[in-house]
């Protein structure tokens, strides 16, 4: 089963409207976190925004915030006021395991997000 | 701010051919990685370190060694190169996981390998 599913690989959004990109994941283990990454077409892998497990709030960087639903097991990223910069692909990744023993990183598929002018 | 080095940028091997990939960083993070993208996928974990002389598999190590004599540099050797390993290959690094650092992996541009 995966353990991290991005059911969107494609999506358009029109400039500085708000957008939801959707993440679910998979795991037993309580302790946990969770990463958004931006890959532009450039190439480069972007970290925006953390979530662990054990967070009382939503995490929010700017423009990013996640929206985590801990029963659901989803941690969707929305991206207020969208910017033609933010065309580019997002991947969703989780670390299982307590932070200070987990070092690997399981990632999704993505989602490739275009910034309609 | 160079953060994580990679070189290549690019490279064509042909079948059977080795190369180095080199990564660096100057973050002085002890945490090392490497990851390869295929085509429309997420990443996955190639080899990983925790320290200089400390390396472990990750998900798919076949065909690929890592060495790690120093905490700055953390090459990635490809022997006789097969095109399944046609791919992009992303160094990583990260503090010592702590609940303060949350284990964020900071990323290098990347190398696209093609196998032909």
């Known amino acids: 089963a995966q353990k991290i599913t991005q059911t969107q690989p494609g999506m358009f959004v029109q400039e500085k409207e708000a957008v939801t990109l959707d993440c679910t994941y998979d795991?037993?283990?309580?302790?946990?976190?969770l990463f958004w990454y931006k890959q532009p077409s450039s190439g480069e892998m972007i970290f925006l925004i953390y979530?662990?497990?054990?967070?009382?709030q939503n995490a929010t960087e700017g423009r990013y915030s996640l929206n985590f639903q801990k029963a659901r097991k989803s941690a969707n990223l929305v991206i207020s006021a969208s910017q033609l910069g933010d065309s580019a692909m997002y991947f969703c990744?989780?670390?299982?395991?307590?932070?200070?023993?987990?070092?690997?990183?399981?990632f999704g598929s993505g989602t490739r997000l275009l910034v309609r002018p | 701010n160079a953060g994580v080095t990679q070189t290549p940028k690019f490279r064509i091997l042909k079948i059977g051919q080795s190369m180095t990939l080199q990564c660096a960083q100057d973050?002085?993070?002890?945490?090392m990685y490497w990851y390869r993208q295929d085509p429309g996928m997420g990443l996955k974990l190639i080899y990983y370190?925790?320290?200089?002389?400390?390396?472990d598999k990750g998900e798919v190590p076949n065909g690929y060694n890592v060495s790690r004599s120093t905490t700055e540099d953390f090459p990635l050797r490809l022997e006789l190169a097969a095109p399944s390993q046609t791919s992009v290959y992303f160094c990583?690094?990260?503090?010592?996981?702590?609940?303060?650092?949350?284990?964020?992996?900071?990323f290098g541009a990347g190398t696209r390998l093609s196998v032909l």
């Open positions: 370190s925790v320290g200089a002389g400390i390396t």
């Open positions: 795991t037993s283990d309580p302790s946990y976190g």
């Open positions: 979530q662990g497990s054990y967070d009382q």
């Open positions: 973050m002085n993070h002890n945490y």
């Open positions: 990583a690094s990260s503090y010592a996981p702590t609940g303060v650092s949350k284990n964020i992996q900071y």
């Open positions: 990744a989780m670390r299982e395991g307590p932070t200070d023993s987990s070092y690997k990183l399981i």
